[in-house]
C-alpha cells in the first residue's frame, strides 16, 4: 500500500504539541484512557545530546473485530514504536514492530507540524504500511491504515482537551 498522510487540527502551538509527545503521564491517558488500549508501556525515553528525543514504546490495543481468516494469520495486535525526533528539521521517524508477522510487514513513517498561529497547528503523518501476506496483505493493510486515521483522529481531540486544562 503506498504512503498515507494523515493531516489533523491542532489547538495548539508546535512546541506544546511535541511536549505532549514527550510527556508521560499524557501518553499514559491518552492510550489507556481515551484510546482504549490494554497496555501502554514506555520502555525507554533519551535526551540526545543535540537536542533530539527517542522513546521507545510498547502498545496493545483493544481487541479488534477482524474477519477470522484475517484474525488467525495476524494473531497478536500488540506492537513496539521506537522514535527520534529530530529538533532541526521539527520530524519524528518512527518505525513499528508488530508482535505477529514482523518479518512480513513494514510499517515507518514520520510525523510533522506546520504552525497556523501562535496556538494553533496541523498535526501531519506520513506512514507507509506494507503487509507481505497471501490473500490477505492488503486487508490487513487497509485494516492497519484505517485504524490509524481513526486513533489519530481520537488522539487530536484528546490533544486539544490536554492542552486546554495543561493551559498549553
Known amino acids: 500500500m503506498p504512503e ?17 509527545v514527550f510527556d508521560e503521564e499524557y501518553n499514559r491517558r491518552l492510550y489507556l484512557e481515551a ?17 533530539s528525543r527517542s522513546r521507545k514504546v510498547y502498545l496493545n490495543p483493544p481487541a479488534a473485530d477482524l474477519p477470522g481468516p484475517v484474525a488467525k494469520v495476524v494473531g497478536d495486535l500488540s506492537w ?21 508477522l514482523p518479518d512480513k510487514t513494514r510499517i515507518d513513517g514520520e510525523i510533522w507540524c506546520e504552525a497556523r498561529g501562535d496556538k494553533s497547528c496541523d498535526r501531519i503523518a506520513k506512514a507507509f504500511v506494507e503487509v507481505k501476506v497471501f490473500m490477505v496483505g ?27 486544562e495543561k493551559g498549553w
Do not use: H
Request: a positive charge.
Open 4 to 20: 498515507q498522510e494523515i493531516r489533523n487540527s491542532m489547538d495548539c502551538s508546535v512546541d506544546a504539541y511535541w511536549k505532549c
Open 35 to 51: 484510546l482504549k488500549f490494554r497496555e501502554f508501556k514506555l520502555l525507554s525515553q533519551t535526551d540526545g545530546a543535540n537536542g
Open 138 to 164: 492488503g486487508i490487513v493493510e487497509k485494516r492497519i491504515i484505517d485504524d490509524m486515521k481513526k486513533s489519530y483522529e481520537n488522539a487530536a481531540r484528546f490533544t486539544n482537551q490536554w492542552v486546554k
Open 80 to 100: 513496539t514504536e521506537e522514535g527520534t525526533w529530530d529538533p532541526k528539521t521539527g520530524r519524528y521517524k518512527f518505525k513499528v514492530t508488530p508482535a505477529s
